[in-house]
T-cell receptor
Framework: EAQVTQNPRYLITVTGKKLTVTCSQNMNHEYMSWYRQDPGLGLRQIYYSMNVEVTDKGDVPEGYKVSRKEKRNFPLILESPSPNQTSLYFCASSYTGGDGYTFGSGTRLTVV | SQQGEEDPQALSIQEGENATMNCSYKTSINNLQWYRQNSGRGLVHLIL?????REKHSGRLRVTLDTSKKSSSLLITASRAADTASYFC???????????FGKGTTLSVSS
């Protein structure tokens, strides 16, 4: 089944403890992206990647890192999480970035 | 940087009725997409309409696009309880590196 898989689904962590949210797609998509969704603010792009080793900032990149060493994987790294990073995170992929996205099921992160 | 604005913010209808949601955007686009999100879940791509298209159908969905008015509408015919969800329009940025989402319309279909 074509899908984007995110893990974990839920995560509660403490301020400053490094964490990684994994994202993997099995559709051979070149484009991948991370969004966060917050009440009243909607979906905002954090980072995106047009291909292996090609990443760039979205609208809200502060406090996040990404890497794209393989085409299928695009992990989101929070080096020192803070409470304002409490959010619902989505990974998405598409063939080119200009067509329909396939979204993962989301990761609900709480930073205390 | 918000591009799309959906209207209404919330819509409640009975099963069997049609639901219409509207989206307005600000800048020129290559395409406009509609997504559905069930509570707290991932977004599901419904339909994409390109800037040179005026109307598109997919099952019970009908999307129109008026680039002169910078607006789009999503019509769901013969709604079902399972259509209860939030619906988002999204437009691509000119570089094709991001989708910019509106804040969505929450549709509630009661049986």
């Amino acid at each position: 089944e074509a899908q984007v898989t995110q893990n974990p689904r839920y995560l509660i962590t403490v301020t400053g403890k490094k964490l990684t949210v994994t994202c993997s797609q099995n559709m051979n998509h070149e484009y991948m992206s991370w969004y966060r969704q917050d009440p009243g603010l909607g979906l905002r792009q954090i980072y995106y990647s047009m291909n292996v080793e090609v990443t760039d900032k979205g609208d809200v990149p502060e406090g996040y890192k990404v890497s794209r060493k393989e085409k299928r994987n695009f992990p989101l790294i929070l080096e020192s999480p803070s409470p304002n990073q409490t959010s619902l995170y989505f990974c998405a992929s598409s063939y080119t970035g200009g067509d329909g996205y396939t979204f993962g099921s989301g990761t609900r992160l709480t930073v205390v | 940087s918000q591009q799309g604005e959906e209207d209404p913010q919330a819509l409640s209808i009975q099963e069997g009725e049609n639901a219409t949601m509207n989206c307005s955007y600000k800048t020129s686009i290559n395409n406009l997409q509609w997504y559905r999100q069930n509570s707290g879940r991932g977004l599901v791509h419904l339909i994409l309409i390109r800037s040179n298209e005026r109307e598109k159908h997919s099952g019970r969905l009908r999307v129109t696009l008026d680039t002169s008015k910078k607006s789009s509408s999503l019509l769901i015919t013969a709604s079902r309880a399972a259509d209860t969800a939030s619906y988002f329009c999204a437009t691509d940025n000119q570089a094709g590196t991001a989708l910019i989402f509106g804040k969505g319309t929450t549709l509630s279909v009661s049986s």
